[in-house]
C-alpha cells in the first residue's frame, strides 16, 4: 500500500500563488509517476500535471505556463507550484501516485481562488 498525505490547500485572491506538496510512504519502491488531479464542484476529475521518476512532465495544456510540477526524489515528494490562479482553479486537488497497475489516491486539498 501507497499513502499520499497532502499540504498547502487554501484560500488565495485570484492572481496569487500556491505551493502544494504531497509526501508518499508505504511501499514506494514501485512507484513510477506521481501527479495532481483536481475536481471541481459538479465536475468530473481531471489531469492537472504528473512527472515520472526520470523527470518527464506532462500537463493539462490549458494550465500549461502558470502551474509546474516538480519532485523530490530522495524525499518521495512531489509539489505543485501554481502562480496566476484563477477563480476557475477552484477545486480540490488530488495527489496520485501509480506504480503500474495501481493508481493511488490522497484525501486531497482544497483550493478557493477568490475574484
Known amino acids: 500500500q501507497v499513502r499520499l498525505v497532502e499540504s498547502g490547500g487554501g484560500l488565495v485572491q485570484a492572481g496569487g500563488s500556491l505551493r502544494l506538496s504531497c509526501t508518499a510512504s508505504?511501499?514506494?519502491?514501485?512507484?513510477?509517476?506521481m501527479g495532481w488531479y483536481r475536481q471541481a464542484p459538479g465536475k468530473q476529475r481531471e489531469l492537472v500535471a504528473t512527472?515520472?521518476?526520470?523527470?518527464?512532465?506532462r500537463y493539462a495544456d490549458s494550465l500549461k505556463g502558470r502551474f509546474t510540477i516538480s519532485r523530490n526524489n530522495a524525499k518521495n515528494t512531489v509539489f505543485l507550484q501554481m502562480n496566476s490562479l484563477k477563480p476557475e482553479d477552484t477545486a480540490v486537488y488530488h495527489c496520485?501516485?501509480?506504480?503500474?497497475?495501481?493508481?493511488?489516491w490522497g484525501q486531497g486539498t482544497q483550493i478557493t481562488v477568490s475574484s
Open positions: 508505504g511501499i514506494i519502491f514501485r512507484i513510477n509517476a
Open positions: 496520485n501516485a501509480n506504480d503500474g497497475p495501481t493508481d493511488y
Open positions: 512527472i515520472t521518476n526520470d523527470g518527464v512532465t
